[in-house]
């Protein structure tokens, strides 16, 4: 019922850039958190960046100055814009959606990022 369909990653040399895309079928898209996150190979899935129903973001410290998240409630969808990408970026980048009120909490299948020249 409810989708999260993120769009955007792929191959990219070190330095360039790339925007995500998280296309989301919630019913009141604005009353949710949204978030990216990332799992490398062999590693725990980590929060990259949030963007609160309130509009207030939070990034993860290896991204900060480099990333920007975004969301436009008009589209149902949520952004990161990813720029000086580095090869420690690459991962699968998943999309998530929070509810704390409802207790609702959905995820993206993902989509691979690779930063490789």
């Known amino acids: 019922q409810v989708q999260l369909v993120e769009s955007g990653g792929g191959l990219v040399q070190p330095g360039g850039s790339l925007r995500l895309s998280c296309a989301a079928s919630?019913?009141?898209?604005?009353?949710?958190?949204m978030g990216w996150y990332r799992q490398a190979p062999g590693k725990q899935r980590d929060l990259v960046a949030s963007?609160?129903?309130?509009?207030?973001?939070d990034y993860a410290d290896s991204v900060k100055g480099r990333f920007t998240i975004s969301r436009d409630n008009a589209k149902n969808t949520v952004y990161l814009q990813m720029n000086s990408l580095k090869p420690e970026d690459t991962a699968v980048y998943y999309c998530?959606?929070?509810?704390?009120?409802?207790?609702?909490?959905?995820w993206g299948q993902g989509t691979q990022v690779t930063v490789s020249s």
């Open positions: 919630l019913s009141i898209f604005s009353i949710y958190d």
């Open positions: 963007i609160t129903k309130s509009g207030s973001t």
């Open positions: 998530n959606a929070a509810s704390f009120l409802r207790l609702e909490f959905y």
